[in-house]
């Protein structure tokens, strides 16, 4: 018998709890041995709920009890979950979570911790929600040089876009939807000025590139500017608004970003509507391959933590290997990175052809402005043609 501990009765916390109850025997049978959780840790009491008995309020009571194997932390944040998470790898205990903040942060520091007491820390559920993503980077793309990533990392804020884009609906009552839902980080700027989607991507960076990329060199851009307009625009161009998560290897630099994108109905991506996510993972020999699934919610999030959970129950006693190293990967500048972009500007289209030279204009009906995408120039070359416009609304990168 495996014995369990989650730490947090919240959203995930409470799902990895249901998903290991709803699935016991069939997980028994696969496994070959019995998963149980003995406690839940968590402040508050939960009277009628089916499992009341299993809250504990005291840490120490999991800690010292050599019976639990595995600990999943669902707390949240990068206090007191840092806190105990480094208590139960020293314990020799596994730790599995959902929590991408914590991994972006302190992953290397913990999967050394995690070695050293000769257990393991696994996080398939911090990147994609309910996608399996990094278990396939672990195994079956080993023989792979992953050569870039792509994908719509955050639920939340694809819900929101796909709302806006369908309905036409407001940005905030829309939120106030996702946060009902359970999508919602606890503070949704998070979400919403894309830093939840910048950890996402730094952790898959890292784990395809094999070292450390650190979030905070990752450039930024949340999807709190897009109205309903941008849409009007988007669909005259036969395209969507996604907020994207992308790393690329150019010539032995590698670059990152997060980011709203106008993408053609032709992408792989355009079709990716609601709390869905997909990530796009290109290969050197491989090519292209695509996982897709529910990237936020209380039961895909915590049926991606059982995994982790069954897998160091399967390899009990194992280190499980982790492409992820030590080192730090420089990310090169972005100035440099070439693309379309898509622009509102409140000039005529000659004075525009006179700065950007030719464009593809584009009239959604708003009044004093028009739109128009750019041929493919850098990041640097954009800014100072806008700048020499003088007259641009707004701006959203563009790929064809
Ligand atoms: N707030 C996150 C999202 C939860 O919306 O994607 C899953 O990581």
């Known amino acids: 018998m495996v014995k369990v501990a989650v730490l947090g009765y ?14 016991q025997e069939l997980i028994e049978k696969r496994v070959g041995e019995k998963i149980d959780v003995k406690y839940v840790l968590d402040l508050r009491e939960f009277p009628g709920d089916p499992y009341e008995d299993l809250i504990v309020h ?41 929590n991408k903040a914590m991994v972006a942060e302190y992953g290397p520091k913990l999967m050394k911790l995690a070695r050293d007491n ?6 398939e559920a911090s990147c994609g929600g309910g996608i399996p993503i990094i278990r396939p980077l672990q195994t079956a793309l080993l023989q792979e040089k992953i050569v870039a990533i792509k994908g719509i990392l955050n639920g939340t804020t694809n819900y929101i876009l796909t709302r806006m884009e369908k ?3 407001d940005f905030d009552a829309v939120l106030k939807d996702a946060q009902a839902l359970g999508y919602a980080e606890a503070n949704p700027e998070a979400d919403v000025e894309g830093h939840d989607a910048c950890r996402k991507i730094a952790i898959l960076s890292s784990l395809a590139y094999g070292n450390t990329v650190n979030y905070k060199d990752v450039y930024t851009e949340g999807i709190t500017k897009i109205t309903v307009e941008d849409f009007a625009y988007a669909k005259k161009l036969g395209a969507t608004i996604k907020l994207l998560g992308m790393s690329q290897e150019v010539d032995g ?17 355009y079709s990716v509507n609601d709390v869905m996510n997909a990530i796009l993972v290109t290969g050197n020999t491989l090519g292209d391959t695509m996982y897709y699934g529910a990237g936020a919610g209380k039961l895909p999030t ?14 009990q ?6 492409t992820w190293n030590e080192g730090d990967l420089s990310l090169g500048q972005m100035e440099n990175d070439k693309r379309h972009f898509f622009v509102r500007a409140k000039s005529e289209l000659s004075q525009i052809e006179s700065v950007f030279g ?43």
């Open 10 to 23: 919240g959203t995930v916390g409470s799902g990895i709890v249901e998903v290991l109850k709803t699935n």
């Open 58 to 98: 005291d840490v120490d009571v999991i800690m010292n009890d050599p019976e639990v194997s595995i600990v999943c932390e669902a707390m949240g944040g990068i206090g007191a979950a840092y806190q105990f998470t480094k208590m139960a790898l020293e314990k020799g205990k596994n730790v599995c979570t959902p």
């Open 118 to 123: 000769g257990c393991n820390y696994l996080f």
């Open 167 to 169: 309905e036409g609906a």
């Open 253 to 269: 630099n590698y670059y990152a970003m997060v980011s709203p994108f106008m993408l053609k109905n032709d992408s792989p991506l």
């Open 302 to 315: 915590a049926s991606a933590v059982v995994a982790d959970v069954i897998e160091c129950a399967m390899k």
């Open 317 to 322: 006693g194992q280190l499980i290997p982790c």
């Open 358 to 400: 030719k464009v593809e204009a584009v009239d959604a009906g708003i009044d004093g402005e028009m739109g128009f995408v750019t041929e493919v120039m850098s990041e640097k070359e954009f800014a100072s043609k806008a700048e020499a416009l003088g007259s641009v609304v707004s701006r959203i990168r563009f790929e064809n």
